[in-house]
C-alpha cells in the first residue's frame, strides 16, 4: 500500500514528465517545420523582398554547384538586357565605311558587358540553402541588395564621368593630333564601359532608370572617325621583297581597323602624312633537312615615324618560315602568310600604338633567323 509521501512524489514525478514530454514534442515539431521546404524555394519567400532585392535560385547534387547556379540565376537577370542595349554600343570606337570586322567587334562590346556585369555580381552572396532529401538536392539562395549594388554603381560610373570629361576636353584642347586622337579613343572606351554601368543600373533599380552621361557613344565615336578621316594621313611605304602586295596587305589592314591610309607617296598628291610606317621585308631560302619539302624563310621590319622631326614612335618586328614541294611554291605559301599577318597581327598592333591603346619599343627586336645585313630599316 502507498504512502501519503509517496503518492504525491510520484504525481509530482509524472506531471513533469508530462511536461517534459510536452515540451519535447513542442520543440521537435518546431525543429522540423525549420527543416522543411523554405518558400524561396518556389519563389514565395518575404524575406527577401523584390522591390530591396533580386535573388536567384539554383539546383544541384552539389552543394557548391547549387550555390554556382544561384549566382548564375542572377547574373541572368542582368544578361537578359544585354540584346536590348547592344544595338547602341555596336559603333563603339568603329570605322564603318571600310569593312570593319563585325564579329570581332561584338567580342569586344560582349567583353565589356561582362567585365561591368561581373563587378556587378560581386554584391551577390549566398543568403540560404536547403537540401530536398526526397530528391538528394540541394537549393541555394543568391540575393543581391538593391540598395548597396546602386550605391557602388554609381561611384564607378561617378569616377568614369570625371575621366570621360577630363579626356573630351583634352581631345578639343589638344594641338598635338597624336594626342588628341588618343585621348578621344580613351573616353569614348570608359563611356562605353559606363553605358555598361547604367544598363545594370536599371536593372538593379526597382524604377528601371539609368542616370544618362553628358555624351554619347555614336557622337564620340563619330568625332573620333571624322578626325582620323581628315586630320590623320597615314603613309605605307614597303621596301625589299615583293613591296607592292606586301604594302597593300598592311595598308588594306590598318583601313580596317580605322585609319585613313595611303601607299602613294610619288607622283600623287595626297597631302602631307603626320605619320610614316616605314618597312622592310626580306625572303630568303633556308636549308633544312627535309628530303620532301623546301623552305623559304622571310623576316620583316616596321617603324612608325613622325615625318616633321624624324621621330621613330615605334617598331614591330615579325618573321616565320614556310614549306612546301618546291621552292617556288614554298616562296608563294609565304607571301600568302606575310600578306595575312601584316594585315591583321602588324596593322592590329600599329593602330594600338597609334591609338594609344599599346606601346611599342622604340628600337626594332629582331625575329630569329633574320640577317642583320639585310634590312633597309634604320637602328
Request: hydrophobic share 40%.
Amino acid at each position: 500500500m502507498m504512502r501519503a509521501g509517496e503518492s504525491s512524489f510520484g504525481q509530482g514525478v509524472a506531471v513533469f514528465l508530462s511536461l517534459w514530454l510536452m515540451v519535447s514534442a513542442s520543440t521537435a515539431c518546431s525543429w522540423f517545420a525549420e527543416k522543411g521546404k523554405p518558400g524561396w524555394v518556389d519563389g514565395r519567400g518575404s524575406e527577401y523582398p523584390p522591390d530591396q532585392y533580386l535573388t536567384g535560385v539554383g539546383q544541384a547534387d552539389l552543394r557548391s554547384n547549387a550555390e554556382d547556379q544561384a549566382y548564375a540565376a542572377v547574373a541572368r537577370i542582368f544578361k537578359a538586357e544585354v540584346a536590348a542595349q547592344a544595338k547602341d554600343r555596336e559603333s563603339y570606337l568603329i570605322v564603318e565605311n571600310r569593312g570593319v570586322s563585325n564579329a570581332e567587334r561584338r567580342l569586344t562590346i560582349d567583353n565589356v558587358t561582362k567585365v561591368s556585369t561581373d563587378k556587378v555580381l560581386e554584391n551577390v552572396r549566398i543568403a540560404d540553402v536547403w537540401y530536398d532529401s526526397d530528391s538528394r538536392s540541394y537549393y541555394a539562395l543568391g540575393v543581391m541588395n538593391r540598395g548597396q549594388a546602386e550605391a557602388v554603381l554609381l561611384e564607378k560610373m561617378s569616377a568614369l564621368d570625371r575621366a570621360i570629361d577630363a579626356d573630351v576636353a583634352e581631345s578639343r584642347q589638344s594641338t598635338d593630333k597624336l594626342a588628341k586622337v588618343r585621348a578621344l579613343r580613351r573616353a569614348c572606351r570608359n563611356l562605353v564601359l559606363r553605358e555598361a554601368y547604367n544598363r545594370d543600373l536599371r536593372v538593379i533599380r526597382p524604377s528601371g532608370n539609368g542616370t544618362p552621361s553628358s555624351y554619347q557613344v555614336n557622337e564620340l565615336s563619330d568625332e573620333l572617325e571624322q578626325f582620323l578621316a581628315t586630320n590623320l594621313l597615314i603613309a605605307v611605304q614597303m621596301s625589299g621583297d615583293h613591296a607592292e602586295p606586301v604594302g597593300r596587305a598592311l595598308a588594306e589592314g590598318l583601313i580596317r581597323e580605322g585609319l585613313h591610309v595611303t601607299t602613294k607617296t610619288e607622283g600623287e598628291e595626297v597631302g602631307a602624312p603626320e605619320l610614316i610606317v616605314r618597312g622592310t621585308v626580306r625572303l630568303f631560302p633556308i636549308e633544312v633537312r627535309d628530303p620532301n619539302f623546301k623552305y623559304v624563310r622571310w623576316c620583316s621590319d616596321f617603324e612608325i615615324v613622325e615625318p616633321e622631326t624624324g621621330r621613330v614612335l615605334g617598331t614591330v618586328a615579325q618573321g616565320g618560315k614556310e614549306g612546301h614541294l618546291t621552292e617556288r611554291e614554298a616562296t608563294a605559301k609565304t607571301l600568302r602568310v606575310i600578306q595575312q599577318e601584316l594585315s591583321s597581327d602588324v596593322a592590329k598592333a600599329i593602330v594600338a600604338h597609334v591609338l594609344g591603346e599599346g606601346t611599342l619599343p622604340e628600337t626594332v627586336t629582331r625575329p630569329a633567323g633574320c640577317p642583320r645585313e639585310e634590312s633597309g630599316v634604320r637602328r
